[in-house]
């Protein structure tokens, strides 16, 4: 039997500048913690999976907002694993995330694992202020160990005060495009992740293009915002590159 589930988050700040959760809705397999947070007035989330999911029929909705001058992490506990499940057909993971003036929200979930047989699309959508922050990590990890992938399409549509910043689309598994797997694309490796940065003191000064190491590369958007594109053989290695470029991206001057 398949399951329809819609969790909720709401962060909004209270009369004493801190980020408080007026909504928190764990909804089937989406269990929803209120997690200790180290940076100062700022609420964290943590999502933890009651039930295995997304299984093949799903039909699983995140929806995240933070209010005016919050500050908000949505993180998870472990990795998100799409299975065949016993319909054998596709799941959907839906993720609206809505962040308003002067607000910010770090997106830091675990990787996806496209597991064999399963067939998952996953669609992110933001809408963002013109003042508002943004930092969201995506990893999608092909097949578990020793396995191949499997179907995997995952969709995301960034706007910034009401203009399109960011809309692409990755396909992974039979099905896909042809090339997906080829030197041009992934070339053998098995992980794939990106790191989007927006921040509005970009609009004077964004970091430069540049490599990160042999497999990754920053590249300035169109917008105050960077996004990192990664692929490495293995899970550990992207999170380290990505890590890694998170770090600098945070350590650098804005000017």
Do not use: C, F
Request: hydrophobic fraction near 45%.
């Amino acid at each position: 039997m398949s399951v329809r589930a819609t969790a909720r988050i709401t962060a909004a700040l209270d009369s004493r500048g801190v980020t408080s959760l007026p909504v928190l809705r764990s909804d089937g397999p989406l269990a929803l913690r209120r997690t200790r947070n180290t940076a100062g007035t700022g609420s964290r989330v943590t999502v933890v999976g009651a039930m295995s999911a997304p299984l093949g029929g799903d039909r699983l909705a995140l929806v995240a907002r933070v209010g005016e001058g919050a500050r908000l992490t949505v993180d998870a506990a472990a990795a998100t694993v799409a299975l065949l499940g016993p319909t054998g057909g596709s799941a959907t993971y839906d993720i609206e995330l809505d962040v308003a003036e002067r607000a910010e929200l770090r997106w830091l979930p675990q990787q996806l694992v496209s597991a064999h047989g399963s067939v998952l699309r996953t669609t992110t959508r933001v809408r963002l202020a013109a003042t508002a922050r943004l930092v969201l990590r995506e990893e999608q990890i092909l097949g578990r160990h020793a396995e191949s992938t499997g179907t995997l399409i995952s969709h995301l549509t960034v706007h910034r005060a009401g203009r399109p910043l960011l809309d692409q689309q990755l396909a992974y598994g039979p099905g896909a495009p042809g090339g997906w797997d080829g030197a041009a694309v992934l070339d053998g490796h098995r992980a794939a992740g990106q790191l989007l940065v927006v921040e509005p003191a970009y609009e004077e000064k964004a970091p430069a293009a540049r490599l990160l190491g042999e497999t990754a590369v920053l590249t300035p958007l169109a917008g105050p915002a960077v996004l990192v594109t990664a692929v490495a053989p293995d899970a550990r290695a992207l999170r380290r590159v990505l890590d890694q470029a998170l770090d600098e991206l945070a350590d650098a001057p804005v000017e």
